[in-house]
């Protein structure tokens, strides 16, 4: 083929896989992923033909994967096909029928590569499918990573014929003769992809003869600057993101104030977290405002604490009780551990520490059980005439509303409160002159 050069040149400029990878091909029986699959045979590579049947056209769907089947005995390719309810995929986690058969393409292939030792996955996307992708970006809102549409290469999927237009694939195609399946579905501008290519991208085409060249040219550049924005971002969120217990982090609330461009660089910071610029907008309109407001992706929590944002992950379900037997040395509680001992008070040393927690053996009455906060839970802090809600404990204490589930209540088998972890013991539980043997409670992790 005339443009095997060419197409071998991409793969090589891009490192798109080496010559001894086994590359396993997405292919649909349509006019792009059939030549690619050509190309592959010709160039002499190691590669596979992997097939969906999405089952959306009836008898033509079977008549693809046929099809498809046959171009893999033809080239002495492996051939893999699946079968998708694509239908009930997308009712069930009320998705598009495209996006539903996009997640269960992706999630098959993935499968196959990893269980028959292939390396990479090959998709058949080419330049104008860049340009329809970052169209539809710009329509639905994008930040920069979305301006440079698909790229050549993204973990273990490549991107072989990028270098192409969707006339020179059809011009190839048509020179070599190749046979391929037509899908009647990409006439149809029902679908907001169709409606871009067979209705936006030729006006534009009008204005610029040019337009697949310059669409490049400009992923290239936006590519590019999404590099540098990464870098930029990255030593911000090193520098800005304090890690505390439990993957959450406290973040310097002036210190995000002034960044600049703020509204880019918020964006950029937590949006991996699932925040969007809605959520955003009210942050910032929020912030100088009084604290203890929360904001909520799907993922995280944001937390409006006294000059600093609390980044959370949000749990699936507060942590279960843990029950604590005489003679227990180690127990778990919400991914923390804790050392228990007995000691005779005449080999006590008084360790004074926040995680340490050293009481009166005598007055425990067992099973003692480790939980989370109750709202109503009282107990008298060390040091302290009369009991107090741990409500307002946690307040003076400076605890945000969405750290009090991850602390620990030791409890009494008498109902007592005898330690917040991590904080302080009640003073009913002190050690004192009558002590006869301690008992200790080290969390160590």
């Known amino acids: 083929m005339i443009i095997l050069n060419r197409f071998i040149s991409f793969i090589k ?24 699959a050509h190309l592959f045979n010709e160039a002499g590579f190691n590669f596979g033909i992997a097939h969906c049947n999405f089952n959306l056209r009836g008898e033509d769907s079977q008549k693809d994967e046929e099809f498809t089947s046959e171009l893999a005995g033809s080239l002495d390719a492996p051939f893999f096909a699946a079968s998708f309810d694509v239908t009930g995929h997308s009712s069930q986690h009320h998705i598009s029928i495209q996006m539903a058969a996009r997640d269960l393409r992706y999630q098959w292939l993935e499968e196959i590569r990893s269980d028959f030792d292939y390396q990479y996955i090959a998709m ?41 237009s969707r006339d020179e694939i059809n011009l190839a195609v048509d020179r070599e003769r190749l046979s391929y399946r037509e899908d009647s579905s990409n006439k149809s501008t029902k679908y907001a992809r169709n409606k871009i290519r067979l209705e936006v991208i030729p006006l534009l085409k009008e204005l610029n003869p040019s337009l697949e060249e310059t669409f490049e040219a400009n992923r290239k550049r936006f590519a590019e600057l999404e590099v540098l924005l990464n870098k930029k971002v990255s030593e911000l969120r090193e520098k800005l993101f304090r890690i505390l217990d439990n993957n959450e982090y406290e973040i ?51 937390n409006l604490d006294r000059g600093k944002l609390l980044l959370i992950p949000k749990r699936k379900s507060l942590p279960e009780d843990t029950r604590i037997n005489p003679g227990d040395t180690l127990i778990s509680w919400d991914n923390k551990k804790y050392r228990l001992a007995s000691v005779l008070i005449n080999e006590f040393k008084l360790r004074a520490q926040p995680g340490i927690a050293q009481v009166d053996q005598g007055l425990l009455k067992f099973p003692l059980t480790m939980r989370t906060w109750n709202m109503g839970d009282r107990f008298q802090p060390l040091g302290v005439k009369g009991q107090k809600k741990i409500s307002d404990f946690f307040i003076e204490q400076k605890i945000p509303l969405s750290r009090k589930r991850n602390i620990g209540i030791l409890e009494n088998g008498n109902g007592d409160v005898i330690w917040i972890a991590g904080l302080r013991i009640d003073d009913r539980y002190k050690i004192t002159a009558n002590t006869k043997k301690v008992f200790i409670f080290e969390q160590f992790t």
């Open 13 to 36: 400029q891009h490192a798109l896989f080496a010559p001894q990878d086994r590359v396993l091909l997405a292919v649909s029986g349509g006019r792009d992923s059939v030549l690619m």
């Open 252 to 302: 310097d609330l002036s210190a995000l104030k002034a960044l600049e461009p703020l509204d880019t660089l918020l964006y950029e910071l937590l949006h991996p977290y699932g925040f969007n610029e809605s959520v955003l907008n009210d942050l910032k309109n929020s912030w100088d405002g009084m604290p203890g407001k929360v904001f909520s992706s799907g993922s995280h929590t944001l």
């Open 124 to 164: 058949a996307h080419h330049q104008n499918d860049v340009i329809e992708t970052m169209l539809l970006n710009l329509t639905r809102g994008t930040g920069i990573a979305g301006l440079h549409g698909i790229l050549p290469k993204k973990n273990k999927i490549i991107r072989p014929l990028l270098s192409f």
